[in-house]
């Protein structure tokens, strides 16, 4: 499993693509949503329910 964040990531396609650095975060943003909207990225920072057998 790969664990990250995105930080950085719009400066960085900004650059290289000329465009505006809001506008790309914005983008990103939008798309890390949909994806874990649909299941395919897990939020990390949320916390687990707690198993009955790990108390």
Do not use: K, Y
Request: net charge negative; proline share 2%.
């Amino acid at each position: 499993m790969v664990q990250g964040s995105t930080d950085g990531l719009a400066e960085e396609i900004a650059v290289l693509t000329g465009q505006d650095v809001q506008a790309v975060d914005d983008q990103i943003a939008a798309f890390v949503a949909q994806l874990l909207a649909v299941g395919v990225l897990v939020d990390t920072n949320r916390m687990r329910p707690r198993r009955w057998w790990r108390r």
